[in-house]
């Protein structure tokens, strides 16, 4: 691994266009990867593997699974130059080891992959939380001399699995890149260039903003999706409901569609900062409860009002 150095950029909110500009040019100076090993063939490493194969050509790409049948599904629609599900064998000569899988496993994984990681490999994974990540995988990689640094590429669907996997899933989307282990800036660059070149844009947080932020913008919202159904549906008509139901309705609970075990562990993986939330949250529709206990139409209005000028701002429209 590459001598470690100080990481100075502990916040990177990407609201100085500038500053993003000038990372995105010192990163398009740093060579690519020529090997990548893909640990776990679902939604989003099957869509890194199809986005590496489109759009790096060059990059020799090997996919991990537990079960063969995604893999063999990989292998007929040329997402994988090799599949294996032996972990050591997928990532024996890669240059960059992704971690795919659910978090919970990604400790396990790594422990079976390191004896055969080549020397200057760089190890970093997709997980929607990173302190837990940073605190079992990052050190233990780090203590044994492999640099290691989280990725969260800001993608995905309510549908998962390989068969949903897209090559153009990352085009657009916004890559956070946490490097708790203060890896090398030139590692960090390394990194960076390979997901622009898979269609993100880079911003650089440490892992306990990273999360803080996510829970805010992703898990929470999340949660209040399934929150809306139930409280549509429960105890109501559904298929009379299902009848009256607008674009209000579908738009508001499109996300609850996800997988609910996977949900389950990333809300409970970061607990710490979606109860944070949640409390906000309960707050907020305790005043809500009493605007209109209250009769109170013109604070229900202005409550209104500021999350849809909230919304603009944070979007830019």
Known sequence: MMPAAPWTCSVFR????SARKSMKDASKKQPSFSSVAIMG????????????????????????????????????????HAVSTRVAEAVQGADLVVLATPVGVMPDIAAAMLPALKPGAVVTDVGSV??????SV???????GVAFIGSHPMAGSEKQGMEHASAELFQGATCILTND???????????QRFWERAGCHCIRMQAAVHDSTVARISHIPHALSALCVHSALDGGDVELLGLVSAGGF???????????????????????AVLERLDAAL???????????????????EWLKKAGESRAQALGL
């Open 130 to 135: 990173k302190g837990c990540v940073h605190q």
């Open 283 to 301: 707050a907020q529709l305790g005043d809500v409860r009493k605007f209109l206990a209250d009769g109170d139409k013109k604070s229900l209005a």
């Open 181 to 191: 282990e203060h890896v090398h800036e030139d590692v960090l660059l390394l990194l």
């Open 138 to 144: 990052g050190r233990a990689l780090t203590r044994a």
């Open 14 to 17: 990407g609201v100085d266009v």
């Open 250 to 272: 579908r738009d508001t609970t499109r996300v609850s569609m996800g997988e609910p075990s996977m949900w389950a562990e990333i809300l409970t993986e970061n607990s710490p």
């Open 41 to 80: 063939p679902g939604l989003l490493g099957g869509a890194l593997a199809l986005a590496v194969k489109v759009r790096m050509p060059h990059v020799h790409v090997r996919l991990w699974g537990r079960r063969p049948e995604p893999l063999e599904y990989a292998l007929s629609i040329g997402a994988a």
